[in-house]
């Protein structure tokens, strides 16, 4: 899709942005409900480009298509994205495990 390799450090990198509530900008610019709505209707469109399990990416999903809607809180928004790195950290650890034992 657009060339995009299914890495996820770009994913976490926005999802960090919403955790933290801010850009990286240096100037304390915040990001507002419709752009953190924005950011995470994006995100859904690359999910399924990832290359992370199945049942990671359907707990990502839901809490993506929750961090998309309306009426939620920067704290609700920020605790989501924190979630999902947490997931998407979990998923690596797997995945760092599963490949590098050999017998």
Do not use: P, W
């Amino acid at each position: 899709m657009f060339k995009f390799d299914g890495q996820t450090e770009g994913f976490k990198l926005i999802l960090y942005h919403i955790k933290e509530n801010a850009f990286t900008t240096g100037k304390g610019e915040y990001l507002t409900h419709k752009e953190v709505r924005a950011y995470a209707r994006c995100l859904l469109a690359v999910l399924c480009e990832l290359r992370i399990s199945s049942g990671i990416k359907a707990q990502i999903n839901l809490l993506l298509a929750s961090l998309s809607t309306g009426g939620l809180a920067h704290y609700d928004r920020s605790f989501l994205a924190s979630q999902m790195l947490n997931l998407l950290r979990k998923d690596e650890e797997e995945d760092n495990s599963t490949n590098g034992t050999f017998f």
